[in-house]
């Protein structure tokens, strides 16, 4: 969703005006809670991502058709929901304990300021969802080369060892 452009939005918001209704789709500001509305219609699920393949390919964005292709072969959508991600224990720590020094964390983690700044627009008044989603940015940028350790390192250089040490344990 964070590689969709406003006119691609506009789009898909078009297209799904039959599923969802006017006033939902007028206050929607980000693929990412365009997704989560067709997730709770059920239109897309783990299982099934037909009718968001056709809405890509639709808006002709070959390469998010790709993506998501390449996402339901590496098995990664049909893995089971309670089944915890490897990173998510770590993130969850992370996020009990860094706060308002996020950005400094990102920025040692090569977050780009524009990426930043998308996440606090997507979530304005929410400090721990920044985080949590900044991070999620950073392990999509560097897909299997994002390493707990690289956190733990980037948590020391932001001189916050105590959450390093959370982290380790």
Do not use: Y
């Amino acid at each position: 969703s964070s590689s969709l452009s406003d006119s691609e939005l506009s789009s898909l918001k078009f297209l799904c005006r039959g599923k969802i209704g006017k006033r939902k789709l007028e206050s929607l500001q980000s693929g990412r809670e365009l997704f989560v509305i067709l997730q709770e219609q059920q239109l897309i699920a783990s299982n099934n991502v037909s009718f968001l393949e056709a809405l890509l390919k639709n808006i002709k964005r070959e390469d998010l058709v790709s993506q998501l292709k390449q996402f339901v072969d590496e098995g990664e959508v049909n893995a089971p929901d309670d089944q915890p991600d490897v990173h998510e224990k770590p993130i969850e720590v992370i996020c009990e304990n860094v706060g308002r020094d996020w950005k400094m964390l990102m920025r040692k983690l090569g977050i780009s300021e524009v990426k930043m700044d998308r996440v606090v627009a997507a979530n304005p008044f929410n400090l721990q969802e920044q985080l949590v989603q900044a991070l999620r940015e950073w392990q999509k940028w560097k897909g299997k080369d994002a390493k707990v350790t690289d956190l733990i390192k980037a948590l020391r250089g932001c001189n916050m060892n105590l959450v390093a040490d959370r982290v380790e344990q």
